[in-house]
């Protein structure tokens, strides 16, 4: 799968080199926004090691995100981006979570719909010490079904690569549709998805099949004659793994998870760039591993600018 990754990016390197260079009107513009805030958390965990703890911190995060936009052509569009965030807290700074991403898009409007391929890749932070690499490529196609309902497909290949514990390296693949649906002038938003999964880990016993589903509602509207626009998020992720064994060396037991997350935000445009954040998330991890059974709370609140 590696391989495969590699040839999309070259293929998807070489047709922005070719788009680009091939048409000497297109136009180029730079938009980014910063952010930085505190936050409380009332369960710190890392999910994708399984470092679930009872204890509770608060800190602040940071964070910056830079994209570029081509349009070489009326149909042709690409973006690139980077973004890095960071969150440090006061007591446990062994969760201090440091997050480097990049990503580049192209895409291109057919007769009906739209048509594209991205490719992302991160890296994270742990304590100031690298502890996972991920790359991901996929294709998407999407279509106005209706001038306000909109419809987006895409099928991904997933690479996860662990510092100290290369046995949880794996590869995946996904699928996934979403529906966009545009009331009130374009102000209310309203969003339903699911997404598929199925991802091969060395270690077998993390080896898994997925399946997601989510919702979304956001709405503008003006407020004290100010800007303002409140959402509501909802996700829900099933992942079947396969049989694990207990703690204590008893027979296999399977290991069987689902999370549901609501999450609420609020901002408020103070100034034509500047807005003021907030975000509740409440997370439900319910686990056949009663280690890996838990609830949270995180609330953030800070400032934002763009640009």
């Known amino acids: 799968m590696k391989l495969i990754i590699c040839s999309l990016i070259g293929i998807l390197a070489a047709s922005v080199s070719t788009i680009v260079l ?25 999910d994708e090691i399984d470092d679930v703890s009872n204890d509770s911190d608060s800190g602040n995060e940071v964070a910056i995100k830079l994209n570029l936009k081509w349009l070489p052509s009326e149909k042709i569009k690409i ?19 440091a997050l480097h991403q990049v990503n580049i898009d192209a895409s291109y409007q057919l007769n009906q719909g739209e048509i594209g391929f991205r490719f992302d890749a991160a890296t994270a932070s742990l304590a100031k010490n690298t502890f996972l690499d991920f790359q991901q490529a996929s294709v998407y196609y999407g279509l106005f079904v209706r001038p306000q309902t909109y419809i987006r497909t895409s099928f991904k290949i997933k690479n996860k690569s662990f ?21 009130n002038s374009a ?38 004659g100010l800007g303002s626009q409140a959402g509501l998020d909802w996700r829900y992720q099933i992942k079947d793994y396969q049989s694990v064994e207990t703690i204590d060396s008893a027979p296999q037991a399977q290991r069987n998870e689902n999370r549901q997350i609501l999450t609420a935000s609020w901002s408020l445009n103070i100034l034509n760039n500047l807005a003021i954040k907030t975000q509740i998330k409440r997370g439900n991890y319910d686990s056949d591993l009663d280690s890996l059974s838990y609830k949270q709370n995180i609330a953030n609140m800070g400032l934002s600018y763009k640009w």
């Open 163 to 183: 510092a100290e514990l290369s046995t949880r390296n794996a590869e995946s693949i996904a699928a996934s549709a979403d529906i966009y649906h545009f009331t």
């Open 187 to 224: 102000n209310t938003m309203l969003m339903l998805g699911f997404n598929i999964e199925k991802e091969n880990a060395i270690d077998k016993d993390f080896t898994f099949k997925g399946l997601g589903f989510g919702t979304k509602i956001s709405h503008k509207f003006t407020l004290f």
């Open 22 to 46: 091939a048409d000497s009107h297109s136009s180029a513009s730079v938009s980014g926004n910063a952010s930085a805030g505190v936050m409380h958390n009332s369960a710190l965990s890392v």
């Open 79 to 97: 973006v690139s981006g980077y973004a890095y965030q960071q969150q440090s807290y006061n007591t446990f700074s062994q969760y201090d979570l």
